[in-house]
């Protein structure tokens, strides 16, 4: 097995001993992006390999010994008594809602991990995501860009009738809308569509969080916030008026499904 694939392998191995397959707390403990992560543990032709230098910064920062990623078979990851966690596929479990037909056409690989020169083919997005106040109270706002951006595919967002300038993306955090759209994955917005569209996903600034809910509108003014997850999470109903309505910030017209 060539390094890059062992690399791979133990990631994997860590993510789900470790992480409980949770991507996004893999991301932070190792200071990178939940679509980083991704990228990594692809098996497809656009995942990026593992080099040294990012091999040694993960085993640095999760207190591995120096070399644990390059070794076969790996050495346990969280204890000798620990046992593995083992996740189902999306969209896979017994009992679990199946993604909507009109949806899955939307889940094609199209964010580019390139530090190159644009292509014509391409744009940048800016990407929207939760800060918290410099007064440190531990309230957030959820702001765009912050420094942030991905490259996108211009062809996705033409067939998604989403001119450029109204594109923009961020990171789904938390299970409530699995088996859909899982913890950690990036998702692609279309700002221009604001208005109420019932059933379809939109990404939401409710109160400085950022939100990903399917809605569905209600007279006088409310939606029904619904999440996929169904058993933990319960249907919502929010006034879309006032000072502490929830902002829909656009549609949600892409998401990654991990491998």
């Known amino acids: 097995m060539k390094i890059s694939d062992r690399r791979r392998e133990n990631l994997r191995q860590l993510l789900e001993e470790r992480f409980q ?3 996004a707390s893999l991301a932070h403990a190792i200071e990178r992006e939940p679509s980083y992560i991704s990228r ?11 080099g040294e230098d990012f091999a040694r910064h ?3 920062s999760l207190g591995l010994p120096e070399g644990w990623m390059d070794k076969a078979p790996p050495e346990p990851a969280v204890g000798a008594d620990s046992q593995k966690v083992v996740t189902a596929p999306i969209g896979g479990a017994a ?4 993604p909507r037909r009109d949806d899955m056409v939307l889940h094609d ?15 940048e997005l800016p990407c929207f995501r939760e800060v918290e106040f410099s007064a440190g109270d531990g309230r957030t706002q959820v702001i765009e860009n912050h ?17 450029p300038q109204n594109g923009a993306c961020a990171t789904a955090s938390g299970s409530s809308m699995e088996p859909t759209i899982a913890d950690g994955s990036p998702i692609a917005i279309d700002k221009g569509c604001r208005h109420v569209i019932d059933g379809k996903i939109y990404a939401l600034d409710h109160g400085g969080m950022l939100r990903v809910k399917r809605l569905y509108k209600l007279p006088l003014g409310k939606v029904r916030l619904v999440s996929d997850n169904a058993d933990e999470y319960p249907e919502e109903i929010c ?5 502490d309505a929830p902002r829909i910030i656009g549609r949600v017209f892409w998401w990654e499904v991990f491998d």
Request: proline share 5%; glycine share 10%.
């Open 40 to 50: 990594c543990l692809s098996d497809k032709a656009h995942r990026k390999n593992i």
């Open 109 to 123: 690989t199209e964010i580019v991990e390139d530090d190159g020169p644009l292509r014509p083919d391409e744009v």
């Open 239 to 243: 006034s879309l008026m006032g000072e």
């Open 95 to 98: 009992g679990a809602a199946t």
């Open 58 to 60: 993960i085993e640095r």
């Open 21 to 23: 397959g949770k991507r």
């Open 147 to 163: 420094g942030n951006s991905v490259r996108f595919s211009l062809p996705r967002l033409a067939r998604a009738g989403v001119q």
